[in-house]
């Protein structure tokens, strides 16, 4: 069974950054495709990024030029760099792995951009 473990959110100013990790367990990092959502309150789980298995990235257009998803397969861990931050970047921040049909969550991390 898969485990996701999301770590490194908290409270930053507008203008900050903030680095979030996810450390898989499981044997299948290697080919999965990785993937940050985010969930604001009274809306809906939206991508943020994703990066797939041969290192392929795509971003959400509000996050565009701010944010950077990456992977080390060595650490079965996923990256979001997140720079610039705005207050409307508030969320809980989701962790998501997905082979085939298979797909893991984590337990979400929050981050809170306030001045």
């Known amino acids: 069974q898969v485990q996701l473990v999301e770590s490194g959110g908290g409270l930053v100013q507008p203008g900050g950054s903030l680095r979030l990790s996810c450390a898989a367990s499981?044997?299948?990092?290697?080919?999965?495709?990785m993937g940050w959502y985010r969930q604001a309150p009274g809306k809906q789980r939206e991508l943020v990024a994703g990066i797939t298995s041969g290192g392929i990235t795509n971003y959400a257009d509000s996050v565009k030029g701010r944010f950077t998803i990456s992977r080390d397969n060595a650490k079965s861990t996923v990256y979001l760099q997140m720079n610039s931050l705005k207050p409307e970047d508030t969320a809980v921040y989701y962790c998501n792995q997905r082979v085939l049909t298979d797909s893991y969550w984590g337990q979400g991390t929050q981050v809170t951009v306030s001045s």
């Open positions: 499981g044997s299948i990092f290697r080919i999965a495709a």
